[in-house]
């Protein structure tokens, strides 16, 4: 019969050429096309991440407890043992050591090529020479972003954005593709040093967490994929649990490094081993802060590593404070909803323009720059120069790098205090705004001009093919409208104006990123000031009530953004009325395999499906005592690379038979187990061999996690997340002959919302229902 000879058949074969990008890789039959969207569980499993499209799977944190696990688990040795625990927490005391040396690295470079920036341009302002101090200025920050943005677009993609929306997907489950290599790495170095000394509205915080995770992930596979160090300790990390618990620590010692809070970055299941990475974080940055408190470190002094010491400023509050407190709180969460739904706006306008390829990415970048220079060099202009106050606790005024009353056009004996605050690092602004004890340094007009100026670059610089963190953008933004806050008081409140913009910063945070503990925890250390504790946590509740009101955070709306198959903690109330049995209804039918299976059908299953994992099937098994007749048995699940592996090894048997262990141990090792390299394409399989048989007992995993198909949706996804599962069985309520042993598998993929409502049309419907 001719191939496609049939007119519907070739409609068929159309429509699974056009339907192709649109399948979930696991959840394709062997020959079958899906049906329509509307009858089957089908979600992209291609993501953007930078400019490149990419396949998207889930990684395997579960145990994989076939016979050669068992084998190797009960012959250690205390010995390897001992070896497994002293490399664990070597290696976390690596990632931390690096993360550390890396971050002061990031730290000295943006505070010396800033500076002497800086400088330059004060010297041009000291002599009028407004117009060559404009085109410097400019200048300089152009080739800054330039450089930033060549290597994200042209080298790692990835490496653009902050990447901790790609950190919490692969916490979370799922493999992001390309993340956390050693071009990434170099890239996101670089990238971050260029863009934040350019004066950009973005920080480095996002950056060092991505970095640390890198860290974190070559070290645990023994270097870059092309040259990997063949260590037989590394090999005990070859595995997706493992390394998943390393780039915990990796991100950890990040938020660390970020804030110089190791508490803040120990909030995980993994305590003690990230405790001990954060706190080697801190020896290493405490280490170079008393060196360059000396003047070794060139412009660096005291600057740099964020700390806003309010320690002593007397922290005084009463029962009435508790108003603007609130209201502190009730703004953080709706400008953090506001701005949420604005940043998702722009962000998918410059997905559309960075789709268009690479020079639009890079003009898109440079054009942001320009502009961000021209305004912090310009507004300044607009504003009265401040006579200098004899109280003042600093010099008045100051023309070097950094300083609280920066002179810029004013004659002597006054300061530009919109100078003070734009042409400066970011992390000298947030220091400056949040500076205490200074109730008439800043004019109102001058900090509502830069409330409304880093809005407007906190929407439009995040996006960009440059390396950006948003947490200073944020703090920057609150700190503003919190202080203006403050002088609006007046009189009427006890706490400082300085406090009033760490509480609008920490507002805006909650009100855009939801977090509350950690965020708690990293401002406590932050501002070193226990007395802000109680006040603190008051205006995070409030922001992060108000803000969950309208929107997602900004973190979900970006992982969504970029397609990325992130489960939630909680699943949705309208899921407890759907069982995993109807799920499983709407996905073709499962494929299985037999005990001893022949060559060929396992080659045409992995030629004819994008499946990680099938169920192994043993017919007319005896059943324990008690049961006369004949059953299937449920041995267990084996995964798609253990099939390519056996491809490999030619691992074929003559007849029909089951191995003994010796046979297996022989041909195999716990540790090519481990691995999930190989591709079918990648093996060729003869004629004669396709006749021949493989024996796949040994190599499944016979203890996989299961659910009756009665069971809720929403108990099944809790399961699923909680334990870090790539596949989950759906077992039958009922025992009947004929009937299989599994119904199906669920994935990843089949359990997010957006793919069971698209499914079950009429659960959106109970959905809005239940809103109302």
Known sequence: ?????????????????????????????????????????????????????????????????????????????????????????????????????????????????????????????????????????????????????????????????????????????????????????????????????????????????HIGSCIASLLGQGGPDNHRIKWQWLRYFNNDRDRRDLITCGSSSGVCAAFRAPVGGVLSALLWRTFFSTAVVVVVLRAFIEICTSGKCGLFGTGGLIMFDVSNVPVRYH????????????????????????????????????????????????????????????????????????????????????????????????????????????DDAVRNIFSSNTPTEFQPSSILIFFILYCILGLITFGIAVPSGLFLPIILMGSAYGRLLGMAMGSYTNIDQGLYAVLGAASLMAGSMRMTVSLC????????????????????????????????????????????PFLDAHPEPWMRTLTVGELIDAKPPVITLSGIEKVSQIVDVLRNTTHNGFP???????????????????????????????????????EKRRTEE??????????????????????????????????????????????IESMSVAKAMVLFRQVGLRHLLVVPKYEAAGVSPVVGILTRQDLRAFNILTAFPHLERSKSGQKH
């Open 319 to 426: 029962v009435m404070d508790i108003i603007p407190v609130t209201l502190i709180g009730i703004i953080g969460g709706i400008l953090g909803g506001l701005y949420n739904h604005i940043l998702h706006k722009v962000l998918r306008l410059y997905n559309l323009i960075n789709q268009k390829g690479k020079m639009h990415k890079l003009l898109l970048a440079l054009s942001v720059s320009v502009f961000t220079s021209v305004c912090q060099y310009c507004l300044p202009f607009l504003v009265d120069c401040k006579a200098c106050d004899p109280s003042f606790p600093e010099t008045c005024p100051t023309n070097g790098r950094s300083g609280n009353f920066k002179q810029f056009n004013c004659p002597n004996g006054h300061y530009n205090d919109l100078a003070t605050l734009l042409l400066t690092t970011n």
């Open 662 to 707: 010796w046979e297996v141990r022989e041909k195999f090792s716990w540790v090519e187990l481990a691995e999930r390299e190989g591709k079918i394409e990648e093996v060729a399989v003869t004629s004669e061999e396709m006749e021949m048989y493989i024996d796949l007992h040994p190599l499944t995993n016979t203890t996989p996690y299961t659910v």
């Open 521 to 564: 925890v990293i401002f406590l250390e932050l501002t070193n000031n226990l007395l802000l504790l109680p006040i603190t946590m008051i205006v995070l509740l409030i922001a992060k009530t108000v803000g969950d009101s309208f929107n997602p955070s900004i973190y979900e709306i970006i992982l969504e953004l970029k397609g990325l």
């Open 616 to 654: 192994v099937l043993d017919e007319g098994v005896v059943p324990p005592s008690g049961l006369a007749n004949v059953a299937t048995e449920l041995h267990g699940l084996i995964l798609r690379a253990h099939l390519v592996l056996a491809l490999k090894k030619k691992w074929f048997l003559q």
């Open 1 to 209: 019969m001719e191939e496609n000879s049939n007119p519907v058949a070739r409609a068929t074969q159309a429509h699974m050429e056009a339907d192709e990008e649109e399948r979930d890789p696991e959840s394709n039959s062997l020959q079958q096309p899906l049906l329509k969207r509307s009858r089957t569980l089908s979600s992209s499993p291609l993501a953007l991440v930078g400019a490149k499209v990419s396949h998207i799977e889930s990684l395997d944190y579960e145990i994989n407890e076939n016979d050669l696990f068992k084998h190797d688990w009960r012959s250690r040795s205390k010995v390897q043992v001992l070896q497994y625990i002293f490399l664990k927490w070597s290696l976390a005391c690596l990632v931390g050591l690096l993360t550390g040396l890396i971050a002061t690295l990031i730290n000295l470079a943006v505070e010396n090529i800033a500076g002497y920036k800086l400088l330059a341009v004060v010297s041009f302002i000291e002599k009028d020479r407004y117009l060559q101090g404009f085109l410097y200025f400019t200048g300089v920050n152009f080739l800054l972003t330039l450089v930033a943005a060549v290597l994200c677009v042209c080298f790692a993609p990835t490496a653009a954005g902050p990447g901790i929306p790609e950190i919490k997907a692969y916490l979370n489950g799922v493999d992001t593709p390309n993340m956390f290599g050693a071009t990434t790495l170099i890239v996101k170095i670089i990238g971050s040093i260029g863009a934040v000394a350019a004066g950009l509205d973005l920080g480095k915080e996002g950056p060092l967490v």
